[in-house]
C-alpha cells in the first residue's frame, strides 16, 4: 500500500491538492530547482508497484528486487535513479532472536521511492522528524536517503545492545558454581550474530561510498551527514565481531566446564566404589564354603567382621574427603 506521498521544495513538505495515490499529479508539480517528491510503500502489490515503476521510469530488475525482497544489502545504479538495499532488524528478547525486514530505495533527481517489507524501522516517524529539520531536508533526495539509513542503523545499534546483554548473561551463567545448561543459547545467539553479520557487513561499502560523496544522486554537500552513519555501522560491526569471539570462548569454556563436572562425577562414584569395595571383599572371603577359614567357628568373628567393614569404610571416607574426591 502507499502510505505516503508528498512533494518537497526548499525544505518544505508543499500542499498537493490531489488524493495520496495520484502519482503522476505530485510529481507533475515538482517544477523547481530543488523540488523532490518522497513515495512510501509498505508491502506493495505487484500493480502498485508497477505503476510507481511507471511513473517514475524505474528499472525493471530493480523494480523485481524490491517485489521479491529478500535480498543483500547493495547499492546499484540503474539509469537515472539509484537503487539502494538495506536490511532492518529488531530484537525479540524472549526468543533470543534477531528479525529482519528490508528497505529498498529508488533514488532519482527528483525523487525517492522507498518499499519496506516487514515489521520494522517503520518510517513515518523519520519522515515526520526529518520534516522538522528544513535545513537538512534542504538537500535534497539526498536528505531522505540519510534520514532512512540513520533509522535503520540506530536499529542496528539496538539490537547489538541487546545482545551484548545476554552476552553478558551467558557468561556469568557459564562462570557461575552451579551447574547450567548454555550450549543451546549460546548456539542461537550465534546464528544470530550471522543474521546480523550478513546486514550490517555489506553496508560498510555504500556508506563509505555516501560519506566520501562519490554515489551517484547524493550530493557532495550531504557528504557530511553519512560519516557519522558510516562510522556508527563500522562500530556495529565491531560490535558484532567481538561479540561472536566472546561467545566461542564462553561455549569453549562451557565445554571444559561439563568436562570437569564429568571427571568430578567419576571421582566420586569411584570413591563410593572404592569403600563399598572393601564391605564387599570381607564379606566375600568369609562367605566362601570352607571349613578351615581362621576365626570361622569364633565366637565374636561376626561382630569383628562388621567391624571392620564399618572401620576400613570411614577410613577410606575421610581420605576421599580430605583429598577433594568427595
Known amino acids: ?70 535480498q543483500r544489502p547493495k547499492l546499484e545504479r540503474y539509469d537515472e535513479s539509484m537503487f539502494l538495499v538495506l536490511k532492518t532488524l529488531w530484537y525479540v528478547d524472549e526468543q533470543d532472536a534477531v528479525e529482519t525486514g528490508e528497505i529498498n530505495l529508488f533514488v532519482g533527481r527528483r525523487f525517492v521511492v522507498s518499499v519496506r517489507h516487514g515489521e520494522g524501522a517503520e518510517l513515518h516517524s523519520a519522515r515526520l522528524d526529518l520534516e522538522q529539520r528544513t535545513a537538512v531536508l534542504g538537500h535534497g533526495p539526498s536528505a531522505v536517503v540519510y534520514a532512512i539509513c540513520d533509522r535503520v542503523v540506530d536499529a542496528y545499534e539496538a539490537v547489538a545492545n541487546s545482545v551484548e546483554e545476554d552476552v553478558d548473561e551467558i557468561e556469568t551463567s557459564v562462570f557461575s558454581p552451579s551447574r547450567t545448561q548454555d550450549s543451546q543459547r549460546i548456539y542461537v545467539l550465534k546464528r544470530e550474530l550471522s543474521e546480523m553479520r550478513r546486514a550490517v557487513n555489506p553496508l560498510r561499502e555504500p556508506m563509505k561510498r555516501f560519506a566520501t560523496g ?101 577410613a577410606l571416607y575421610r581420605a576421599f574427603k580430605k583429598s577433594g574426591w568427595l
Open 214 to 314: 562519490s554515489a551517484p544522486f547524493v550530493s557532495q554537500e550531504a557528504a557530511p551527514f553519512f560519516r557519522d552513519v558510516a562510522d556508527h555501522v563500522l562500530r556495529v560491526s565491531e560490535s558484532i565481531e567481538t561479540l561472536d569471539g566472546l561467545l566461542s570462548t564462553a561455549f569453549d569454556a562451557n565445554l571444559a566446564k561439563i568436562s570437569l563436572q564429568q571427571n568430578e562425577d567419576m571421582r566420586k562414584i569411584s570413591a563410593w566404589v572404592a569403600i563399598a569395595a572393601v564391605g564387599t571383599l570381607v564379606a566375600g572371603i568369609y562367605g566362601m564354603n570352607f571349613d578351615y577359614i581362621p576365626e570361622l567357628r569364633w565366637h565374636y568373628g561376626y561382630f569383628f567382621a562388621l567391624g571392620l567393614m564399618v572401620v576400613c569404610a570411614l
Open 1 to 70: 500500500m502507499i502510505v505516503d506521498n508528498a512533494l518537497y521544495r526548499d525544505g518544505v513538505r508543499v500542499h498537493v491538492d490531489c488524493r495520496k495515490d495520484d502519482l503522476t499529479a505530485v510529481r507533475d508539480c515538482a517544477t523547481g530547482p530543488g523540488d523532490f517528491v518522497w513515495v512510501g510503500l509498505h508491502q506493495p502489490s505487484a500493480e502498485e508497484l508497477n505503476r510507481v515503476a511507471e511513473v517514475f521510469s524505474l528499472h525493471p530488475l530493480a523494480v523485481e528486487d524490491a517485489f521479491k525482497a529478500h
